[in-house]
């Protein structure tokens, strides 16, 4: 059972769904995987909850 766990920036609901079906068909052409087995799990992180270089994203200009 694949499971996949995307850290990311706050998304629309419709890139989430598009990137998991993309995903999921990946499992199923490489590892030959039935699709109902391949979860996904979105983790989104906002500005304030990360840095980079020393730098909060909330606080660095076009991340």
Do not use: C, H
Request: charged share 25%.
């Amino acid at each position: 059972m694949p499971i996949v766990t995307i850290q990311q920036f706050p998304r629309d609901l419709e890139q989430k769904r598009e990137l998991a079906r993309r995903v999921t068909e990946a499992f199923v052409e490489v590892y030959g995987a039935e699709p109902q087995s391949v979860q996904v799990f979105f983790s989104e992180v906002e500005a304030e909850n990360w840095a980079k270089g020393g730098v909060m994203g909330s606080d660095s200009a076009g991340r």
